[in-house]
Structures are given as structure tokens and as C-alpha cells.
């Protein structure tokens, strides 16, 4: 059983590498690139607010939620393309890559949207190899220091090979831990150094949809296939349910200082509403972000905390 395990876990582990390494990352789809009028008008553009005009006219109708820190449309020059929510443009495979992570040297790819969870699971299954190993070559390790061992080189090889699985479980377990932590949140790596601002500003837990859901959104909705380096993560890559917070940061403030019963309270009444209300709402209208309607004389008459968690259906 033990080798069976042993074999199993080394399959794994090359099978998610190299899924890892040859799944390339998705770029955005066409409906964000603009159209060649638009394009041809961009360009000729010299002014930014000019600029800025058109691509919020063409993003009128993306599912977009997210913009620069200044309140500007995120496009990207090199693409001619309207970035979606979690894209970045990666300088070392010069393409946009939905939902980046990083750029990892280690697999040579883009780690995004189309090899999360490829690479989650190349991590978790290099541990496993790594404390398969480490733990086969223990009993031969402990002899060495108790001078049981015969004095061959093998000696040698006994304790590099202990000290390579150590040293690598050990590096690759503080990675890993770090992107379970940030699948829980529901954040990229990069969202991580730079929270992603929404409407309402800056909330790196914008797309967080609870522990449970933000797994699902990675792993898919079927469990048989979480441990194998087949794509099930949900969406399409381009279009992310979103947790859009409005809150009043004066009284957040003291709500969270003075009264954190009252606020508790507050959490427990936040309304439901379907993407695409809070959608239209959002693209609506002359682009200021700001709230109209019915939600805003919630806010000023009295409500502390008013979330909005927008699921897609
Ligand atoms: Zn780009
Ligand atoms: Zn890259």
C-alpha cells in the first residue's frame, strides 16, 4: 500500500505540473476589446478625460466592477483591450491573463484563471512527494547519526536526499499554506499588494463570497474532481460574482469602535440582490459611481453597513 501511495502521489504530482506548465492562461474575450472606430478615436484622442469617455462608453455594457485607483477604466495600451475585473497585463508573456496570480519562473507560465487550481494542486502534491521521501529515507537518515550504516557513499546520498525533500517540503508547505489562505478570501496574489477598488473604493475582499463558496469558485461544484488536475473552476474567467460594500467610513468608524454589538446587529439584515440589478445600477447612468435610488436613502437614513452580495445565477 505504502508504494502504491508513494507512485500515486509522484503521478499527481507530474501529472499538475505539467498541466501547470503547459495549460496557457486565458486572455480576455473579444467583447473587451474595442471596436476599430473606437480604436481609431482612442488614438487619436490626445486628452485622458477624452479617452477615458470612450472606454467608459465601450465598457458600458461589460460586466465590469472595478477600476484604477483613480476612478479610471482599466485598459491596457499593449492589448488595446478593456482589462476585466482580476486581469493584468503580464510583462514576461506580454498577453493579459484573466485573473492573474503571478508570474511564476518555477513553472515558466502565467499562474491565472485557467491553471489555479493546477497549480494549487501541484503544490499540494509536491508536499505529499516531498514527505513520501523524507520520510522513506528517515530510518536510514537516523542510522547514519547512530553510525549503523555501512561506510559506502550511499551514506552521502542518504543524507542529501533527506535534506533536499526537507529543505523543499519546507519552502513549499509556507507557499502553499499562503495560497490556501488566499483561496479562502477569495484574492489573487497581486490583489493581495493592491486591493482592487470598486465603486465604493478600495475592498481587497471584494470578491469574497464566503469560505465555502470562494473554494467552490476555484475547485468547482463537483468534490470527485477536486484532487485532479482537470478544470472545473467556476466562471468564465471574465465575470466575477462580487460582495459590492457601501458604507458610510465616518460612521463605520465609530460603529466598529464604540458599538460593535450594534453593528453585528447591522450585518445581520444585509439584502440579497441578483448580479444583475446591482449591475445595472452600477454601469448606469453617467459613470460618477455614485448610488442612486432607494439604496442611498437606506445609507443616510440611519443604516450603518449596507452590503450588497450579488451571486451569480
Ligand atoms: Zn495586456
Ligand atoms: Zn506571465
Redesign the pocket.
Known amino acids: 500500500v505504502y508504494l502504491v501511495v508513494f507512485h500515486l502521489s509522484f503521478v499527481m504530482f507530474v501529472w499538475s505540473y505539467g498541466k501547470t506548465i503547459f495549460t496557457s492562461p486565458a486572455t480576455p474575450s473579444n467583447e473587451f476589446c474595442l471596436s476599430k472606430a473606437d480604436k481609431e478615436q482612442y488614438e487619436k484622442e490626445e486628452r485622458p478625460e477624452s479617452q477615458q469617455e470612450i472606454l467608459r462608453r465601450a465598457a458600458k455594457d461589460l460586466p465590469i466592477y472595478t477600476t484604477t485607483a483613480s476612478r479610471a477604466i482599466r485598459y491596457?495600451d499593449?492589448?488595446q483591450l478593456i482589462k476585466p475585473d482580476r486581469c493584468h497585463?503580464c510583462s514576461a508573456c506580454d498577453?493579459?491573463v484573466l485573473k492573474m496570480d503571478h508570474h511564476c519562473p518555477w513553472v515558466n507560465n502565467c499562474v491565472g484563471f485557467s491553471n489555479y487550481k493546477f497549480f494549487l494542486l501541484f503544490l499540494m502534491y509536491s508536499l505529499l512527494y516531498c514527505l513520501f521521501v523524507a520520510a522513506t529515507v528517515l530510518q536510514y537518515f537516523i542510522k547514519f547519526w547512530t553510525n549503523e550504516l555501512p561506510d559506502t557513499h550511499a551514506k552521502f546520498h542518504v543524507l542529501f536526499l533527506f535534506f533536499v525533500a526537507a529543505m523543499f517540503f519546507i519552502s513549499i508547505l509556507s507557499l502553499f499554506s499562503y495560497h490556501c489562505w488566499l483561496v479562502g478570501k477569495n484574492r489573487s496574489t497581486i490583489e493581495t499588494f493592491r486591493a482592487p477598488t470598486f465603486r465604493n473604493g478600495p475592498d481587497k475582499n471584494g470578491f469574497s463570497l464566503g469560505c465555502s463558496k470562494n473554494l467552490r469558485e476555484v475547485f468547482g461544484d463537483e468534490k470527485k474532481y477536486w484532487l485532479l488536475p482537470i478544470f472545473t473552476s467556476l466562471g468564465d474567467g471574465c465575470n466575477f460574482p462580487t460582495r459590492l460594500v457601501i458604507m458610510d467610513p465616518e460612521q463605520l468608524a465609530v460603529s466598529s469602535q464604540n458599538e460593535p454589538a450594534k453593528s453585528s446587529v447591522a450585518n445581520q439584515s444585509f439584502p440579497t440582490r441578483p448580479l444583475s440589478e446591482s449591475q445595472n445600477r452600477l454601469l448606469s447612468g453617467d459613470c460618477q459611481w455614485v448610488e442612486t435610488g432607494p439604496e442611498e436613502e437606506n445609507v443616510k437614513s440611519g443604516a450603518k453597513k449596507h452590503i450588497i452580495v450579488s451571486l451569480e445565477s
Open positions: 491596457c499593449r492589448c497585463h498577453v493579459c
